[in-house]
């Protein structure tokens, strides 16, 4: 997924303008939030810092293992109570043009709003384990390295693409991927308010 993160001036705050305290693993299927080792490759084409609206976590957090989410701020999914998350010690996820920013599944993370004049762009790509479904059916998983598939090698951007235009073959169409629910964890015994 692309990212555009609008700057100060911009009369729309919608969706890309800020991301609510969550755990990515929140919005797989029940299968994937069971089985899925996701990794989030968050990869910043702009360089990205508190100014301009950069991602914070909280060291450890992910320890807590998956939480609560509901739908929250705009419709987002957003950790439950996660106002308790703002009084711990965050760090500052700022990168620069060629960093990567790598989340595990639980950890917790947001962004804050973009105080700068201009765009923050970013894109954020899912990896998880050969073979694993990638718990979310409007986009399938597809391999790009495996020690059983010795004759995938993906060397350049267009093989990748060759790959990923053929999995979504498979997947639910585009124009009804709107319509698929993002499914929330909400088991309420992994409330925040009772592990934090
Ligand atoms: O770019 C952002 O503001 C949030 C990104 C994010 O939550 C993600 O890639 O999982
Ligand atoms: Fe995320």
Redesign the pocket.
């Known amino acids: 997924?692309r990212?555009f993160?609008l700057p100060k001036k911009s009369i729309f705050d919608g969706l890309s303008g800020r991301?609510p305290w969550?755990q990515?693993a929140a919005v797989l299927s029940t299968k994937g939030q069971k089985n899925t080792e996701l990794l989030?490759v968050?990869i910043p084409f702009t360089k990205t810092t508190k100014k301009n609206?950069c991602?914070i976590t909280i060291p450890g957090i992910n320890k807590l293992g998956l939480l609560n989410h509901h739908s929250g701020y705009k419709g987002q999914v957003e950790i439950k109570n996660s106002d308790l998350l703002n009084s711990k010690k965050v760090v500052y996820l700022e990168a620069d043009v060629g960093d990567v920013v790598l989340?595990h599944r639980h950890s917790a993370?947001c962004?804050i709003p973009n105080k700068s004049n201009s765009f923050r762009i970013?894109a954020?790509l899912r990896y998880n384990k050969a073979g694993q479904t990638s718990g979310r059916e409007p986009l399938p998983s597809f391999y790009v390295k495996s020690k059983n598939k010795k004759n995938i090698t993906v060397l350049n951007f267009k093989q990748w693409l060759a790959l990923w235009e053929k999995a979504k073959e498979k997947c639910i169409p585009r124009k009804y991927a709107f319509k698929y629910p993002l499914p929330t964890y909400k088991n309420s015994k992994r409330d925040l308010s009772k592990l934090l």
């Open positions: 997924m990212r993160k991301t969550h990515d989030t968050w609206g991602m989340l993370h962004s970013s954020d």
